[in-house]
């Protein structure tokens, strides 16, 4: 939309067009046609979203980040993989906030709009088997708590076209859309009692729109710009866990039992030596490993699967992240968990670095000549060869060790030489902003969703979380 058609003022801003803040639009439309609704991205809209690293194998540095920023948000793009967990105890704590019957209700709802734009009807890990119930033992014999949670894959690819058909079906509607324009701030305003409220937005280039509400989706990404935004006017915040751990790449045969049944194994792990809490995140079978950026430069790690065979690769890949909690006087979780990832690109050139597993239980760092010999061929062609045991804490370090060699329980041959380690990988969404029921903060008409407000992680809870806002905002709740 061209920025000049952008109206001075609307029912409803929302800044972010990520789950949260597409699906925002796409209930509160439906439900009222009549309410005049602006979505404001800072990326590209969703037909200019091209990652020039997937073709040429090099990052452009495209500014901002085509990976984590435009319409459908970063977690669209790494991988289009729907949970489908009935008891919510995966992807976020939406629960806690609309209560179980409603949130199950809410998850068959947002799952048929999905199919309905062209998601996969298949669905993993809904039945049970012989094999899955190996699987079952095995975790227990390891001391893991397997999660059973349905699994929908739309795949990198297809993600793509079923997110075109819902920005083609919001344009329709009579969304309107506003591309490549970061917002700057809010409008806050004060009644005459002294009660704070949002008005609307500032954009980069200072220009001001008004809404009667505004509602921030801002995903991960823009997680420590809102942040700095809630320090600014006193919007109330807790400190959340801090999630910090890496990526482990493996031939796909020593995954494929679970590949095969269940898709993605939600595995979680209390370490033998600091009882640390580890969870497997974001599984990739036959996937890639892809490489993110964070605002200008910083660089952290993700991975990908393709729908089409003929993309597909030999390797199977998944996060191990491990989940800090602390106590006052620390405030800075975000900014924790950044500078990790900065140790790790100041040793690589502001690249992601890899190790072979050999490597790093034999306490050397790995090199190019090490790395030509391995069996498992890294599927990020540019990842730097080095050593993860001078990035990550000592502490985070061995629960990622003893994990893996828990995991060679159920999977063998994970624990292998040959296994690769990538790092860092960090989840920014630590800042949960505290709301009433209806996603309000203590600034009246501010409302925050998603990932980036620390509600939720993961593309079906962050969805949900958007129709239940669209619901809110046109009194269907």
Request: aromatic letters at 8%.
């Amino acid at each position: 939309m061209n920025p000049s058609d952008i109206k001075e003022k609307y029912d409803v801003i929302i800044v972010g067009a990520g789950p949260s803040g597409i699906f925002t639009a796409y209930e509160a439309k439906k439900n009222n046609p009549a309410l005049q609704v602006l979505l404001v991205e800072k990326g590209h809209s969703i037909e200019k979203r091209k990652c020039p690293k997937r073709k040429t194998g090099v990052c452009a540095n495209c500014s901002p980040c085509n990976i984590t920023t435009g319409f459908s948000g970063g977690g669209s793009f790494s991988d289009g993989k729907l949970s489908i967990s009935e008891d919510g105890e995966i992807g976020g704590d939406l629960a806690h906030y609309i209560g179980l019957d409603r949130f199950r209700k809410v998850l068959h709802y947002t799952d048929d709009l999905y199919v309905h734009f062209g998601a996969d009807t298949v669905v993993f890990g809904n039945e049970s088997n012989a094999l899955v119930d190996e699987i079952h033992r095995s975790a227990i014999q390891a001391h893991m708590k397997l999660i059973d949670s349905g699994v929908r894959h739309m795949g990198t690819e297809k993600a793509y076209e079923i997110y075109s058909r819902i920005q083609n079906e919001l344009q329709s509607m009579g969304v309107d859309m506003l591309f490549d324009s970061p917002v700057k701030d809010f409008i806050i305003e004060e009644d005459e009692d002294g009660e704070k409220k949002a008005a609307g937005v500032v954009l980069f280039n200072e220009r001001q729109i008004s809404a009667g509400r505004v509602v921030a989706g801002v995903g991960r990404e823009g997680s420590e710009w809102l942040n700095g935004i809630c320090h600014v006017y006193g919007i109330n915040s807790k400190v959340g866990p801090v999630d910090i751990g890496c990526r482990i790449e493996t031939d796909a045969a020593i995954t494929a039992h679970i590949d095969n049944t269940l898709y993605e194994a939600k595995l979680i792990y209390y370490t033998p030596t600091f009882e640390d809490r580890v969870r497997t995140f974001c599984w990739n079978p036959r996937g890639e490993v892809a490489e993110e950026k964070y605002g200008e430069s910083l660089a952290v790690v993700n991975g990908h699967s393709y729908k089409d065979e003929a993309l597909k690769s030999t390797n199977t890949n998944f996060a191990l992240l491990v989940s800090k909690n602390f106590t006052q006087p620390f405030k800075t979780p975000i900014e924790y968990g950044r500078y990790i990832a900065e140790m790790g690109n100041m040793l690589s050139g502001n690249k992601v670095l890899v190790q072979r597993y050999g490597d790093l239980k034999r306490g050397r760092r790995t090199t190019l000549e090490r790395l030509s010999k391995n069996i498992v061929r890294p599927t990020l062609k540019d990842a730097v060869p080095g050593d993860l045991s001078l990035v990550l804490p000592y502490r985070i370090m061995l629960d990622i060790i003893e994990t893996i060699e828990g995991l060679e329980r159920i999977m063998p041959g994970l624990a292998g030489d040959s296994t690769l380690i990538y790092g860092v990988e960090v989840k920014f969404y630590s800042n949960r902003i505290v709301v009433d029921k209806q996603f309000q903060t203590n600034i009246r008409n501010l409302h925050v969703l998603g990932d980036g407000a620390g509600l939720t992680r993961g593309l079906m809870q962050a969805s949900m979380n958007g129709i239940c806002m669209g619901r809110i905002l046109t009194g269907k709740w």
